[in-house]
Protein backbone atom coordinates (compact mmCIF):
# COMPACT_ATOMS: atom_id res chain seq x y z
CA UNK A 1 0.00 0.00 0.00
CA UNK A 2 2.70 2.39 1.08
CA UNK A 3 4.34 1.66 -2.52
CA UNK A 4 1.55 2.46 -4.04
CA UNK A 5 0.76 5.71 -2.74
CA UNK A 6 4.47 7.14 -2.12
CA UNK A 7 6.53 4.63 -4.70
CA UNK A 8 8.28 6.29 -8.21
CA UNK A 9 7.25 9.89 -8.46
CA UNK A 10 3.90 9.22 -6.94
CA UNK A 11 4.67 11.99 -3.88
CA UNK A 12 4.60 14.41 -6.33
CA UNK A 13 0.63 13.42 -6.28
CA UNK A 14 0.04 11.98 -2.97
CA UNK A 15 1.68 14.81 -0.63
CA UNK A 16 -0.58 17.58 -1.96
CA UNK A 17 -3.71 15.28 -2.20
CA UNK A 18 -3.24 14.09 2.00
CA UNK A 19 -2.10 18.18 2.54
CA UNK A 20 -4.89 19.41 0.86
CA UNK A 21 -7.39 16.59 2.51
CA UNK A 22 -6.14 16.98 5.78
CA UNK A 23 -6.53 20.97 5.97
CA UNK A 24 -10.24 20.72 4.39
CA UNK A 25 -11.09 18.56 7.18
CA UNK A 26 -9.44 20.50 10.16
CA UNK A 27 -11.54 23.55 8.55
CA UNK A 28 -14.81 21.22 8.63
CA UNK A 29 -13.67 20.37 12.25
CA UNK A 30 -13.36 23.67 13.48
CA UNK A 31 -16.31 25.05 11.71
CA UNK A 32 -18.81 22.13 12.92
CA UNK A 33 -16.91 22.92 16.71
CA UNK A 34 -17.89 26.54 16.36
CA UNK A 35 -14.17 27.93 15.79
CA UNK A 36 -13.16 30.41 13.01
CA UNK A 37 -10.23 28.49 12.70
CA UNK A 38 -7.25 28.57 14.37
CA UNK A 39 -5.36 28.05 11.47
CA UNK A 40 -6.66 31.05 9.60
CA UNK A 41 -4.35 33.53 8.63
CA UNK A 42 -4.67 36.34 5.57
CA UNK A 43 -3.01 36.58 2.32
CA UNK A 44 -2.34 40.51 1.40
CA UNK A 45 -1.91 40.74 -1.98
CA UNK A 46 -1.85 44.51 -3.66
CA UNK A 47 -4.08 43.51 -6.76
CA UNK A 48 -6.62 45.32 -8.53
CA UNK A 49 -9.25 43.00 -9.76
CA UNK A 50 -12.43 44.98 -10.33
CA UNK A 51 -14.73 43.22 -7.79
CA UNK A 52 -17.25 44.33 -5.71
CA UNK A 53 -16.16 43.79 -2.65
CA UNK A 54 -19.62 43.95 -1.06
CA UNK A 55 -20.56 41.25 -2.74
CA UNK A 56 -21.14 38.25 -0.39
CA UNK A 57 -18.50 35.68 -0.91
CA UNK A 58 -15.70 37.66 -2.05
CA UNK A 59 -13.94 36.48 1.32
CA UNK A 60 -13.57 33.34 -0.21
CA UNK A 61 -11.47 34.23 -3.71
CA UNK A 62 -9.00 32.47 -5.94
CA UNK A 63 -6.22 32.90 -3.41
CA UNK A 64 -7.80 31.98 -0.49
CA UNK A 65 -6.71 28.98 2.05
CA UNK A 66 -9.80 27.04 1.01
CA UNK A 67 -9.30 27.01 -2.59
CA UNK A 68 -5.79 26.93 -2.36
CA UNK A 69 -6.34 23.65 -0.34
CA UNK A 70 -8.74 22.37 -2.48
CA UNK A 71 -6.48 23.21 -5.49
CA UNK A 72 -4.51 20.86 -3.78
CA UNK A 73 -6.64 17.85 -2.99
CA UNK A 74 -8.24 17.68 -6.83
CA UNK A 75 -4.89 18.49 -8.09
CA UNK A 76 -2.91 15.40 -5.78
CA UNK A 77 -5.99 12.26 -5.93
CA UNK A 78 -6.44 13.24 -9.59
CA UNK A 79 -3.01 12.97 -10.47
CA UNK A 80 -2.40 10.11 -8.71
CA UNK A 81 -5.29 8.17 -10.24
CA UNK A 82 -4.02 9.62 -13.76
CA UNK A 83 -0.41 8.63 -12.90
CA UNK A 84 -1.46 4.92 -11.44
CA UNK A 85 -3.84 3.85 -13.22
CA UNK A 86 -4.25 5.92 -16.93
CA UNK A 87 -0.84 4.67 -18.73
CA UNK A 88 -0.15 8.58 -19.44
CA UNK A 89 3.32 8.96 -17.69
CA UNK A 90 4.26 11.49 -15.23
CA UNK A 91 3.83 14.91 -17.89
CA UNK A 92 0.45 13.74 -18.62
CA UNK A 93 -1.04 12.81 -15.10
CA UNK A 94 0.64 16.70 -14.37
CA UNK A 95 -0.87 18.18 -17.16
CA UNK A 96 -5.07 16.32 -15.97
CA UNK A 97 -3.69 17.26 -12.12
CA UNK A 98 -3.34 20.76 -13.07
CA UNK A 99 -6.40 21.13 -14.59
CA UNK A 100 -8.62 19.04 -11.94
CA UNK A 101 -7.33 21.40 -9.68
CA UNK A 102 -8.15 24.70 -10.80
CA UNK A 103 -11.27 22.84 -11.81
CA UNK A 104 -11.95 21.59 -7.97
CA UNK A 105 -10.79 25.06 -6.99
CA UNK A 106 -13.19 26.96 -8.97
CA UNK A 107 -15.76 24.38 -7.94
CA UNK A 108 -15.14 25.41 -4.39
CA UNK A 109 -15.19 28.97 -4.69
CA UNK A 110 -18.37 29.06 -6.65
CA UNK A 111 -20.13 26.77 -3.69
CA UNK A 112 -19.27 28.81 -1.20
CA UNK A 113 -20.24 31.99 -2.86
CA UNK A 114 -23.44 30.34 -3.87
CA UNK A 115 -24.18 29.04 -0.23
CA UNK A 116 -23.31 32.54 1.10
CA UNK A 117 -25.52 34.60 -1.27
CA UNK A 118 -28.34 32.48 -0.05
CA UNK A 119 -27.95 33.04 3.64
CA UNK A 120 -27.47 36.73 2.63
CA UNK A 121 -31.00 36.31 0.81
CA UNK A 122 -32.44 35.94 4.03
CA UNK A 123 -31.23 38.99 5.97
CA UNK A 124 -34.30 41.24 6.15
CA UNK A 125 -34.38 44.80 7.77
CA UNK A 126 -37.79 45.22 9.70
CA UNK A 127 -38.40 48.01 7.67
CA UNK A 128 -39.21 46.14 4.65
CA UNK A 129 -42.46 45.39 6.48
CA UNK A 130 -44.16 48.17 6.27
CA UNK A 131 -46.96 47.95 3.93
CA UNK A 132 -46.98 44.43 4.58
CA UNK A 133 -50.30 42.03 4.85
CA UNK A 134 -48.96 39.10 7.96
CA UNK A 135 -51.00 37.02 9.54
CA UNK A 136 -51.52 36.82 13.66
CA UNK A 137 -49.49 34.12 15.05
CA UNK A 138 -49.43 34.93 19.22
CA UNK A 139 -53.01 37.04 19.39
CA UNK A 140 -51.97 40.96 19.97
CA UNK A 141 -53.12 43.05 23.05
CA UNK A 142 -55.15 46.16 22.84
CA UNK A 143 -52.57 49.17 22.84
CA UNK A 144 -50.24 49.46 26.02
CA UNK A 145 -50.98 45.57 27.34
CA UNK A 146 -47.99 43.81 25.65
CA UNK A 147 -47.44 42.25 22.53
CA UNK A 148 -48.15 39.65 20.18
CA UNK A 149 -46.45 38.00 17.89
CA UNK A 150 -47.12 37.81 13.24
CA UNK A 151 -45.88 35.99 10.74
CA UNK A 152 -44.84 37.43 7.75
CA UNK A 153 -43.41 37.03 4.10
CA UNK A 154 -40.86 39.05 2.87
CA UNK A 155 -38.30 38.28 -0.06
CA UNK A 156 -40.10 34.91 -0.28
CA UNK A 157 -39.32 33.60 3.09
CA UNK A 158 -41.44 33.82 6.40
CA UNK A 159 -40.22 35.96 9.23
CA UNK A 160 -41.70 36.35 12.92
CA UNK A 161 -41.94 39.51 14.11
CA UNK A 162 -43.10 40.80 17.85
CA UNK A 163 -46.02 42.89 17.35
CA UNK A 164 -48.07 45.76 18.46
CA UNK A 165 -51.35 47.85 17.86
CA UNK A 166 -53.09 50.81 18.66
CA UNK A 167 -56.28 49.89 18.77
CA UNK A 168 -58.55 49.12 21.94
CA UNK A 169 -59.20 45.09 21.29
CA UNK A 170 -57.75 42.77 21.07
CA UNK A 171 -56.39 41.05 17.27
CA UNK A 172 -57.11 37.25 17.86
CA UNK A 173 -54.59 34.75 16.17
CA UNK A 174 -55.11 34.03 12.42
CA UNK A 175 -56.03 37.42 11.63
CA UNK A 176 -54.90 39.29 8.68
CA UNK A 177 -53.30 42.24 9.40
CA UNK A 178 -51.46 45.16 7.67
CA UNK A 179 -47.98 46.82 9.19
CA UNK A 180 -48.20 50.60 9.86
CA UNK A 181 -44.85 51.36 11.12
CA UNK A 182 -41.47 49.14 12.01
CA UNK A 183 -38.95 50.16 15.22
CA UNK A 184 -35.88 49.02 14.10
CA UNK A 185 -34.35 49.76 17.40
CA UNK A 186 -36.70 47.44 19.58
CA UNK A 187 -37.69 45.07 16.63
CA UNK A 188 -41.23 45.68 16.95
CA UNK A 189 -43.71 46.81 14.44
CA UNK A 190 -47.10 48.57 14.92
CA UNK A 191 -49.87 46.47 13.30
CA UNK A 192 -53.70 47.61 12.47
CA UNK A 193 -56.49 44.67 11.60
CA UNK A 194 -56.86 44.80 7.27
CA UNK A 195 -60.89 45.54 6.10
Known sequence: MMDILFGDLAPWF?????????????????????????VDFDIDLDIDLEMNADHPGMEFGILSIQSISAFFMGYGW???AAYRFLSVGFTGAAVIAVVAGVGVAWFMVYMLRSFLKLQNNT???ISQAVGLVGEVYVSVPPSGEGKGEI???????????????EGEEQIATH????????DAASNIIVVEPTP
Open 78 to 80: IGF
Open 123 to 125: NVS
Open 14 to 38: TAPALLGTGFLMIQLVLGELGGDGA
Open 151 to 165: ILVINQSQHNYFAIQ
Open 175 to 182: TRVRVVRA
